[in-house]
């Protein structure tokens, strides 16, 4: 009976051991998610505020051309040069922005129209704002399908044109001494240009930049 009962202790400490070891694992466990939850909640940041303050079109020429193996056949160039302003502002209290790469350009109905623009890189400090005025050209020539440039034809009878200021670029964040890798910054910025009247056919000449608009940022 003794040696039973000694055995019984046994596994009896045993199973409380194991119990107050499950317990220190689990308060452990538990521990280690609340701070991960706070370091991600501190760390984890708001996107850049981006804004279109300005656009000057300053160029928007539709022309056709032929090919010398089909004379018959033509296709769209467009040749257009656009001035934008575009502001940056980091809405974050404890989290710098590094903006190590930002190129511009602009585009219509999804077809890159200008060459992009590079925009020199810049830390971006707690609440801190940035502008940019970079000249976005393309030319002389960009070739156009022709879908797009019967739509945009119709645009410039109607006296008004849409735009997109886009921006692609990388950026990383900034904590204390902290500093993370690299993500992947897109900007997409409407710009809204309208004229007194229809003038029949692309040009920039009677077209303004209607309002200041606030862009949609994907990181």
Known sequence: MGGKDCGNHGE?????????????LLVLALIVGVIALIIYLVVRPTHPRFYLQDAS????????STTASSPSASSSLLSTTLQVTLASRNP???VGVYYDRLDVY?????????VAAALPAVYQGHGDVDVWSPVLSGGPGVPFAPYLADALRQDCQAGYLVLQVKVDGRVRWKVGSWISGHYHLFVTCPAFLVTAGG????????????????????V
């Open 106 to 114: 602009a585009s219509y109905k999804y077809q890159q129209v200008t």
């Open 92 to 94: 974050n209290e404890r």
């Open 199 to 218: 003038n029949g056919a692309p040009g920039a000449s009677g077209f303004r930049f209607q309002t200041t608009t606030y862009c949609h940022v994907e």
């Open 57 to 64: 079109l300053q160029q928007l020429d539709l022309s056709n």
């Open 12 to 24: 009896d400490d045993l199973r409380r051991s194991c119990r107050r070891l499950l317990a220190i």
